[in-house]
C-alpha cells in the first residue's frame, strides 16, 4: 500500500533521520519505537502527506484510505458524540446533520427529511450508527452520553470519539500516535481485543509494551538517524536488538584492534628507509576500510539504589465508614478500606467507578462528608497526579528542581537519575519553564523518587512516559521498600509490579491478593461459574454436600465458625498490641524531640544539675525506645503471619 524509499528528515540543521526504507503491506501489524525525539512523528506526518521528506520517496497505491489518532488532541465541532462517531464520510456527516434538523423542527413529513432519508439508508447510514453505537459502547461511552454535544468532553473523551469514528471508517491503513493514553484500563483491553480482528494494516507509536507485545509483528525502531527493522513482537525486538549489538559490538571491537596494530606500525617504521613503502601501505589500507560505527547500546538502566523511606506501622493508611459524595452524585457511602505496609495494589475497574477519587481521599486531596481518614503509625504520604507539575518552580533549571530535597544526595547521582528519565547532557540546564508536558510529567517523577514517602499514591504515572522511561519508573519502584497504591492502564506495568487488585465499581471494593493474572483468572472463572450456574438452574442433581445429613452438615459449620471467631480474636488481640506499641513509641518520640530541644538551648547549660537531668532522662527515653521498636517488630511480623494466615481461609 505504501513503499518509502531513502527518506530523510532535518530540522534546523539536525538530521532526525536518513536512508529511511520500508513498505507497509495490506494485514501489516506494525509498532515504531524509539527514543523521544528519534522522528516517530515526523515519519508519521511525512506518510500522511503532511510534510515533505528531504529526500526520497513515497509510493501511495491509488485508492488507498488513511486513518489518522493523533497523539494529544484532535477538532470537535458542534455535532452529538454519535455524530462525530458516524462521521466517516462528509456525505454521511451532511446527511445526517440535516436528519437532525429536521427532527428537531418537527418536519419529518417534507420532502427534504424523506429524501435526506432515502440517502441516508442507501449509504448505510443506519447500518453505520449500530455499529458506532457498539463501539462507543466498548470505549466506556454511556447509552446516555450519544446525543450529547461532543464540544462538552474533556479531551481525553474527545480522543475516544474520534478513535471510534476512525474504527467505524474502517481505513485500510490505521495510523495510531500513543492510542492508549487516553483509555482506562477496561477500555483499553477491549480494544487491543477490537484490533486483533482489525481487516486492515496498523502502524503505531505507543509506549505501552504489552500493548505491543499482543498486537505488533513487526518492529521499526528509529535509532541514531537510522531506521531498524526487526520480525515479532516487543519482547521479540529486545532479545534480537541485544544480539544484534553484541555482533556490532565484537566486529567493531574488532576492526578497532586491526586499525590499532595497523596505525602501531605506521608510527614506529614511517621514518625507517626500508620499511617505508610498508608502512605507507598500510597506512592506505586503514584509509580504505570502511569504518563500523560504535553500536549504541541499550538505553539508560537503572543501576543504582534509590533512597528508601522510613519504615511505618503494619497499618499504612485506613477509610473508616467513608461517605463521599460530587454534589449531590454519591461515589461511595460506609465505605471501610484499608492498606498495610508493603502492599503494592492495583486500582481497576470502569471509567467513573472512583478509582482516582479513592486515590484522593487515600491521600487527603479529597475530604469526606462523613467518615474519617487514618494515616498509620510514621507514615508520610505522597501523591502523584498529573497536575502535580503545577508544584514545579518554572525558573528554576532541571538540576536544581531535582536538587531541591531533604535527602543528602549527590549532583553526580541527581543527574544519573535525571539520565534515566532521559534529561541528558545540557538538558539538565534547560529552565522547567521551557518543558513540555511530558517532561514535566518526568522531572516530578524524579522529585517524588529522590526523596519519596512510604506511602505512595499515583493516578497514571506512565502517561507522557516513553518506553525507556517507563522501565525507568519501574525499576525504581521495584527497589521502593514502602506502600504503593495506584492506577494504570499499562498492563506490563501492572503486571511488573502490583502484588494485590482492588477492583472498584458502584461504590464497591472487592479485593483480590494476587497480582494482575490472578485478578484475571479469578474474574474468569467466576464468570464462568455465574455462566453455569446461570445455565443449569433448576436443574442441577445435588452435590456431596447437599446429601449429607444435615446434622453432620450443621456440625461442621459450628466448628467452622468457631474456628474463624478464634482466628478473629487472635488478629484484633495483635492489632491492639501493635497498636499500643505504636502509641507509646510516638509519646516517647515526642519526649525525646522535647529533649533534644532544650538540649540545644544555650541557657540550659547555666544550670548544671538541670543539663545533667536532662541528658540522664534522654539516654533513658532512647533504651526505651530501642526496647519498644524491637517489641514492636516482632508485634508486627507476629501480627503480620496472623493475617496472612487468616487471608488463606
Not at 533512597?307 to 467513608?322: E, F, K, T, W, Y
Amino acid at each position: 500500500m505504501f513503499s518509502l524509499s531513502e527518506l530523510s528528515k532535518a530540522y534546523a540543521g539536525r538530521t532526525l533521520f536518513a536512508g529511511v526504507s520500508f513498505s507497509i503491506n495490506r494485514g501489516d501489524r506494525m509498532g515504531l519505537v524509539g527514543p523521544n525525539g528519534a522522528g516517530k512523528s515526523t515519519l508519521f506526518a511525512l506518510i500522511l502527506g503532511r510534510t515533505e521528506p528531504d529526500t526520497g520517496e513515497i509510493t501511495r497505491q491509488r485508492g488507498v484510505t488513511v486513518g489518522h489518532l493523533p497523539q494529544e488532541s484532535a477538532p470537535v465541532g458542534g455535532e452529538t458524540v454519535l455524530g462525530l462517531a458516524t462521521a466517516i464520510t462528509p456525505e454521511l456527516d451532511q446527511l445526517r446533520r440535516r436528519l437532525e434538523t429536521c427532527a428537531a423542527g418537527h418536519d419529518r413529513e417534507s420532502a427534504e427529511f424523506r429524501e435526506a432519508q432515502f440517502r441516508f439508508e442507501e449509504l448505510g447510514g443506519y447500518a453505520v450508527e449500530a455499529r458506532a453505537k457498539q463501539i462507543l459502547a466498548g470505549l466506556a461511552f454511556r447509552e446516555t452520553d450519544y446525543h450529547r454535544p461532543a464540544a462538552e468532553l474533556s479531551g481525553g473523551w474527545a480522543m475516544r470519539a474520534h478513535l471510534a469514528r476512525l474504527l467505524v471508517q474502517t481505513p485500510d491503513l490505521l495510523m495510531l500516535d500513543e492510542p492508549t493514553n487516553h483509555l482506562d484500563l477496561e477500555a483499553l483491553l477491549w480494544f487491543q481485543e477490537y484490533l486483533r480482528g482489525y481487516p486492515g494494516a496498523i502502524l503505531m507509536i505507543s509506549h505501552d509494551r504489552e500493548f505491543l507485545n499482543q498486537l505488533v509483528t513487526t518492529v521499526l525502531e528509529l535509532r541514531q538517524g537510522r531506521l531498524f527493522r526487526y520480525r515479532g513482537n516487543y519482547d521479540d525486538y529486545l532479545s534480537q536488538r541485544t544480539a544484534n549489538e553484541a555482533q556490532l559490538l565484537a566486529a567493531w571491537k574488532n576492526q578497532q584492534r586491526q586499525i590499532a596494530r595497523l596505525q602501531t606500525f605506521v608510527d614506529r617504521f614511517r621514518a625507517k628507509n626500508t620499511k617505508a613503502a610498508q608502512a605507507q601501505s598500510k597506512l592506505k589500507q586503514i584509509e580504505r576500510m570502511e569504518r563500523l560505527e560504535a553500536p549504541a547500546g541499550a538505553e539508560a538502566t537503572l543501576d543504582f539504589a534509590f533512597p528508601q523511606p522510613q519504615r511505618s506501622g503494619q497499618r499504612a493508611v485506613a477509610l473508616d465508614r467513608v461517605r463521599f459524595a460530587y454534589d449531590a452524585v454519591p461515589v461511595y457511602e460506609g465505605l471501610n478500606f484499608e492498606v498495610e505496609r508493603g502492599q503494592r495494589l492495583v486500582l481497576v475497574g470502569p471509567n467513573g467507578a472512583g478509582k482516582s477519587t479513592l486515590l484522593k481521599l487515600l491521600a487527603g486531596v479529597a475530604i469526606p462528608q462523613a467518615g474519617e481518614r487514618r494515616l498509620g503509625y510514621h507514615v508520610k504520604a505522597g501523591y502523584y497526579s498529573q497536575n502535580r507539575v503545577e508544584r514545579l518552580h518554572p525558573d528554576r533549571t532541571v538540576l536544581e528542581e531535582a536538587s531541591d530535597t531533604p535527602q543528602l544526595l549527590t549532583e553526580t547521582f541527581i543527574r544519573s537519575v535525571l539520565g534515566a528519565f532521559l534529561f541528558r547532557g545540557d538538558d539538565v540546564f534547560k529552565p522547567v519553564r521551557v518543558l513540555s508536558g511530558g517532561e514535566k510529567s518526568r522531572l516530578a517523577l524524579v522529585k517524588l523518587l529522590v526523596d519519596p514517602p512510604n506511602l505512595l499514591l499515583m493516578d497514571e504515572p506512565t502517561t507522557h512516559l516513553d518506553l525507556a522511561s517507563v522501565e525507568a519508573l519501574l525499576g525504581a519502584l521495584q527497589q521502593f521498600a514502602g506502600t504503593l497504591v495506584f492506577i494504570s492502564h499499562d498492563v506490563y506495568f501492572i503486571r511488573e509490579l502490583a502484588n494485590g487488585v482492588v477492583h472498584v465499581q458502584d461504590g464497591r471494593l472487592t479485593h483480590f491478593p494476587g497480582g494482575y493474572q490472578y485478578y484475571l483468572d479469578k474474574t474468569s472463572a467466576q464468570r464462568a461459574a455465574a455462566a453455569a450456574t446461570d445455565a443449569s438452574a433448576g436443574d442441577r442433581p445435588p452435590n456431596a454436600n447437599e446429601t449429607r445429613p444435615a446434622r453432620e452438615r450443621s456440625e461442621q459449620k459450628r466448628l467452622a465458625a468457631e474456628r474463624r471467631q478464634a482466628r478473629s480474636r487472635e488478629l484484633r488481640a495483635a492489632r491492639e498490641v501493635v497498636d499500643r506499641f505504636e502509641e507509646q513509641i510516638a509519646a516517647l518520640e515526642t519526649r525525646q524531640a522535647d529533649l533534644t530541644a532544650a538540649l540545644e538551648n544555650p541557657q540550659t547549660y547555666e544550670q548544671t544539675r538541670r543539663t545533667l537531668e536532662l541528658t540522664r532522662e534522654t539516654r533513658e527515653v532512647v533504651s526505651e525506645l530501642d526496647r519498644l521498636t524491637a517489641e514492636w517488630e516482632a508485634a508486627a511480623t507476629r501480627l503480620a503471619e496472623l493475617e496472612q494466615t487468616s487471608s488463606a481461609y
